[in-house]
């Protein structure tokens, strides 16, 4: 029977949160639920309650407490309130006045800080007064946090909660918070015992209290004082699923990562994030000492997502978690996990805990055990800490036991295999699942297996195997239509030039390109261009006139063809008479050409097949393709006119290091520039004036005739 814990405590009491809402805020119609997990009593799965797609936030959430780890403005990297990166020149910075321990950019930025810095400022005269933290508990709107703080500095106050640690053996799990704000209390009397309440709920709630405690034995207790905020992270890490509020500044990747993060904030509306979000990278970057280092990254902070906390450890996730600091000074960091793929209704939505993603899975198993605090209230199945787990996922199991295992026979698993670039394993887990079920009465599954393994294959450079996967697949399924391989098989019907009638291989005469060497290779690339064109200009100028009017009366050119690049292109079998224009051209002369052309690809092979096609159009400084190679054995393009200035067709001599060095190809208007588009990297000008019209083509070679 599932159930939804509901969270009492959530959202958090907070009279703030309406001013400061934003669509960061938390949904309360999550399509998620929680069923109890059958291992251990206190754990949770959480699950999709509807589909999900590729790409959306499953869910957004505040922290419920954050606290950033002293360490990462102790040293002066910092401004503790805001984060930004701070000048070397002492002169530039502010510290606290009492302690001097912390920085600040500002002034203001240390006014704003003060409330919370109180609790731990070494020097605070007052830091003995538990109604202090819990003033500023209820001055902040944000309970937990401050109650966090509370627990730090009691502690403190107590030498290092040993008194604490006996008191609580006996804690009750997981108790509603009390509502802070409604208990301004201004007398220092009730202050007293509104912090005394708070402190109650604290040890009420933290059931795990104590393990916490167990786990800061072990890391010298009398270390706890100077460090209480790193403890209160212990303890809220163990019972409330703490997560750690990564810097992902370490790769130009993430760094990109992160700048999609800032946009998508911003689209979202979330001002200032932009801001914040570039002052943790710029943090990180910085020289850092702090030993809190999670594989390459800084941990920031510490982070308490009730909802977001419930998603389980798999080596095959299928959410990712996005930590984003606060939205705006002042406001709390949040959370959001998106859908790294398609999710069905009832899926368990998991996370990877881990950071190495490749490696064997012990070392997975070990780093993912390594991330958390031994939880006695587990047993062996939901400790990750306990010697006995095993991580049960598909890609463990297969690490294990190849597809011998029931559990790595999974179409998921399949397809990140496939993300991953292990086409061969792909191959295998795919093969396995349909040995079972090809045929079955699961259509949908099944027609999925068969695209995924179509593509194994053409990514091992099996063009006709997949081609045949696929049409034999939809033949097996005649009533159902998978829109992956209907699109393709369409493609291959519109593209099947050799039906056309009229006569065939006319010698179309060319010459080779002299381009420059690439990296990884001895020998330059076979680059070619014809001498006499393939096309008439007036073909050519017809099919930019198909083009445009196709685009005029349609939804315009489309862009989706590069994931990556906004193309501005038309799929050629979407323009009828430009595609049998095409078709023609390549009956004509272009098949006997290429054949010619590229021997060694060739193998034995009898026919020129075309994957797929493009009328391609380039504005004026815009729309230049970055380096690249095709997903094609062959690729050609066809010039379509040569009104414009700049563009073409360009090869780069290294990887990019020394930027325009390569050789940069014009054909005339009809002519085929034609290249191993699979191996040869290659890129599209961008155009200084005027606006280039090209046909792309991504070719193979076919045995098939038919
Ligand atoms: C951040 S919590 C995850 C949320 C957890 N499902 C819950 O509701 O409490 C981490 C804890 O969940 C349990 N857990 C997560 N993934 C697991 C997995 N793949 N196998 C067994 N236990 C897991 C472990 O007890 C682990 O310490
Ligand atoms: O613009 C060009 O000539 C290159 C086009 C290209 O590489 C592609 O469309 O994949
Ligand atoms: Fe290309």
């Known amino acids: 029977m599932p159930v939804t814990p ?27 639920r929680y069923d109890p997990c059958a291992l251990s009593p206190r754990r949770y799965r959480a699950f999709a309650t509807r589909a999900i797609a590729k790409g959306d936030t499953v869910v957004t959430e505040h922290a419920l407490a954050a606290i950033i780890l002293k360490s990462q403005y102790h040293n002066q990297k910092g401004c503790a309130f805001c984060l930004a990166s701070l000048p070397s020149s002492s002169s530039s910075y502010v510290m606290c006045a009492e302690c001097s321990n912390v920085y600040y950019c500002s002034t203001k930025c240390r006014e704003q800080h003060a409330g919370t810095h109180t609790l731990t400022c070494a020097e605070s005269t007052d830091s003995s007064d538990p109604t202090r933290a819990f003033h500023d508990a209820s001055a902040s709107h944000d309970p937990i946090a401050l109650a966090a703080e509370c627990l730090a500095a009691a502690l403190a106050n107590s030498g290092g909660g040993g008194q604490q640690a006996s008191q609580l053996s006996n804690l009750q799990p997981w108790q509603p918070w009390p509502d802070v704000s409604a208990q301004r209390a201004n007398t220092k009397k009730r202050r007293r015992r509104a912090a005394e309440r708070l402190w109650d709920a604290l040890e009420e709630s933290y059931a795990s209290l104590r393990f916490a405690l167990n786990y800061a034995k072990n890391v010298p207790l009398a270390a706890l004082p100077e460090d209480a905020r790193t403890f209160a992270c212990a303890v809220l890490a163990c019972e409330a699923n703490a997560i750690p509020v990564l810097s992902r500044a370490t790769s130009s990747a ?12 911003k689209a979202m509306g979330i001002p200032d994030s932009a801001r914040r979000a570039r002052a943790l990278v710029a943090l990180a970057e910085r020289k850092n000492n702090d030993d809190r280092t999670v594989g390459t990254c800084c941990v920031e902070a510490m982070a308490v997502f009730p909802t977001i906390g419930r998603a389980s450890h798999s080596c095959v996730p299928n959410v990712q978690l996005e930590a984003h600091a606060g939205a705006a000074p002042g406001q709390p960091p949040y959370a959001a996990l998106v859908a790294l793929r398609d999710i069905v209704e009832g899926e368990e939505l998991t996370l990877n805990y881990s950071t190495i993603a490749g490696s064997d899975a012990e070392s997975r198993q070990a780093d993912v055990r390594s991330r958390f605090f031994r939880c006695a209230n587990d047993d062996g199945g939901g400790d990750m800490n306990h010697p006995m787990w095993t991580c049960t996922c598909a890609r463990c199991a297969f690490d294990a036991f190849g597809v011998e295992a029931e559990a790595a026979v999974d179409i998921p698993f399949a397809l990140a295999l496939q993300e991953e670039a292990r086409y061969a394993d792909s191959e295998a887990v795919l093969d396995a699942w349909l040995a079972v079920h090809r045929g079955s009465s699961k259509p949908r599954d099944t027609l999925i297996a068969e695209h995924a393994l179509g593509v194994c294959k053409l990514l091992q450079g099996l063009w006709d195997d997949a081609h045949s996967t696929w049409r034999d697949a939809s033949k097996r399924y005649p009533d159902h239509v998978n829109p992956n391989i209907d699109k393709q098989l369409r493609k291959d019907v519109a593209f099947s030039y050799w039906l056309q009638s009229g006569d065939s291989s006319e010698q179309l005469p060319y010459r080779r390109v002299p381009v420059p060497i690439q990296p990884g290779s001895l020998a330059p690339p076979d680059v070619f261009c014809t001498i006499r064109p393939a096309l008439t200009s007036e073909e050519c100028t017809r099919i930019i006139d198909l083009a445009e009017a196709r685009a005029a009366q349609g939804n315009g050119w489309t862009t989706a063809r590069h994931y990556s690049v906004p193309t501005t292109d038309l799929p050629l079998d979407s323009i009828p008479e430009a595609l049998s224009i095409f078709n023609a051209a390549m009956k004509r002369s272009i098949n006997a050409m290429l054949l010619e052309q590229f021997p060694q690809l060739v193998n034995g092979r009898t ?54 060095d390569g050789t940069v190809v014009r054909p005339d208007v009809g002519h085929v520039v034609s290249f191993a588009g699979g191996t040869t990297r290659h890129a599209g000008e961008p155009v200084s004036r005027g606006v280039r019209y090209i046909i792309a083509a991504f070719l193979y070679f076919s045995k098939n005739l038919v």
């Not at 993430?254 to 904030?265: E, F, G, L, M």
């Open 607 to 660: 026919r020129v097949a075309v994957h797929d096609a493009f009328v391609v159009r380039y504005d004026e400084h815009r729309n230049a393709l970055p380096e690249h190679t095709d997903e094609s054995e062959v690729s050609l393009t066809i010039a379509l006119n040569d009104a414009a200035v700049g563009g073409g067709t360009y090869f780069p001599s290294t990887a990019s290091t020394v930027p325009f």
């Open 6 to 32: 509901p969270p009492q405590w959530w959202p958090p009491p907070s009279p703030s949160a309406a001013a400061a809402q934003s669509s960061a805020s938390p949904d309360e119609n999550l399509p998620v």
């Open 254 to 265: 993430s760094a990109s990562a992160n700048d999609t993060t800032v946009a998508k904030a």
